[in-house]
């Protein structure tokens, strides 16, 4: 056999086959939609993943605004920042940040499935979120997706 004829293929980013892809986020759990998400954007479906490169696609999630939380999660769960000076902890509630910003919830729960690095920075990049069913993307013609098809 001979073994020379056998190459691992990288994708990187001149080869990456990257698609948009639409996902309507509407009646769908947080998590659960930030994971496949966060595996689309990563492109960990693809045959030709590569942890090292942003080998993806590009994700439009529309209708932020309708994403649904299990438990008390809306009035419990909070969202921690700090202001750099003393006594600037601001504590926000998943119900008082879906008022404020719609988009936010959603982007924050991606950013924090991806890499903590600059290919994450940079694959997130790729992420469009928009709180209506509207979005500027129509030019990019992207696919919609169904999220348990893809596995």
Request: charge should be positive.
């Amino acid at each position: 056999m001979n073994t020379l004829s056998y190459k691992t293929v990288s994708a990187n980013k001149e080869t990456a086959n990257k698609e948009w892809v639409l996902i309507d986020a509407e009646n769908k759990v947080l998590g659960r939609l930030a994971s496949e998400a966060a595996k689309i954007l990563r492109g960990k479906y693809k045959t030709d993943f590569t942890p090292h490169a942003d080998a993806g696609d590009y994700v439009i999630i529309i209708n932020a605004d309708k994403i649904r939380l299990t438990g008390e999660k809306w009035q419990q769960k909070e969202y921690i920042r700090y202001t750099g000076y003393p006594g600037g902890q601001r504590i926000t509630s998943a119900k008082q940040l879906m008022a404020k910003k719609p988009t936010a919830m959603v982007e924050k729960a991606v950013k924090g499935m991806l890499p903590k690095n600059k290919l994450g920075s940079q694959l997130f990049r790729n992420l469009h979120v928009y709180s209506g069913a509207e979005h500027n993307h129509h030019a990019q013609k992207p696919k919609q997706v169904n999220l348990k098809s893809i596995r």
